[in-house]
């Protein structure tokens, strides 16, 4: 079994809808959790981090739930620029000063139609 | 500078050529990581500094594999007789120093890897 797992899509929704993914892990011991975006073979970019039971930034709600170690995406009122692949990443981090063990998720490709 | 930066943008290898992939971090930022994504999107850590000292390899191929991190320079990954299966994209990230911040990782645009 993978350390991180997403639905890897793809997603085809039309424009104005609501998708959501999720993501699980493995490791019960992992600290923290992000979202990332990559379009077409670019550098992922961060779109969220997720700290405690969940965050909102505008149409984009991240939640986690460390009882049954999964997070989700809520995407609302999606965009044409919202095509794109979203990775879900996980930090096993060992120890508070260490640096970072950062497990990606495969992604899980999103595309939007007008 | 305020983004990672990574040289180059592409390079081509003829198999069993070296390669020599180069990042610069975020000024500041200690932590340093090198990640291979090969076509289906999966991302494959390769190594970890903390400043110029190696934090974790557990991702590298021990015998054709080797990176840096020396002061004032740019970090280096290098692949000695490349083959096919190299082809990847190689993306370059850092983090900040200390508690919660060190796990948000800042990517650099990568070097795409061709192996001919």
């Known amino acids: 079994r993978k350390e991180v797992e997403q639905d890897p899509g793809p997603f085809n929704v039309p424009e104005g809808a609501t998708v959501a993914f999720n993501c699980t892990y493995s490791?019960?011991?992992?600290?923290?959790f992000f979202w990332y975006r990559q379009d077409c073979r670019k550098e992922p970019k961060l779109l969220m981090s997720v700290y405690s039971s969940g965050n909102e930034d505008g149409r984009f709600t991240a939640q986690l739930n460390r009882a049954s170690q999964y997070i989700s995406l809520l995407i609302r009122d999606s965009k044409l620029s919202d095509s794109a692949t979203y990775l879900c990443v996980v930090n096993m981090k060992p120890g508070y000063s260490s640096a970072s063990k950062i497990i990606f998720g495969s992604g899980t490709r999103l595309s939007i139609r007008p | 500078g305020e983004e990672v930066a990574q040289t180059p943008k592409h390079l081509v290898r003829g198999e069993g050529q070296k390669a020599k992939l180069y990042c610069a971090p975020i000024?500041?930022?200690?932590?340093v990581f090198w990640y291979q994504q090969v076509l289906k999107n999966e991302f494959k850590f390769l190594i970890s500094f903390q400043n110029e000292n190696v934090f974790d390899e557990t991702g590298m191929p021990k015998e054709r594999f080797s990176a840096k991190c020396l002061p004032n320079s740019p970090c280096s990954l290098e692949i000695q007789a490349t083959k096919l299966e190299d082809s990847a994209v190689y993306f370059c990230?850092?983090?900040?120093?200390?508690?919660?911040?060190?796990?948000?990782?800042?990517f650099g645009p990568g070097t795409r890897l061709t192996v001919l």
């Open positions: 490791n019960s011991a992992s600290q923290s």
């Open positions: 990230a850092s983090s900040q120093p200390g508690g919660q911040r060190t796990d948000t990782q800042y």
């Open positions: 000024k500041g930022h200690s932590y």
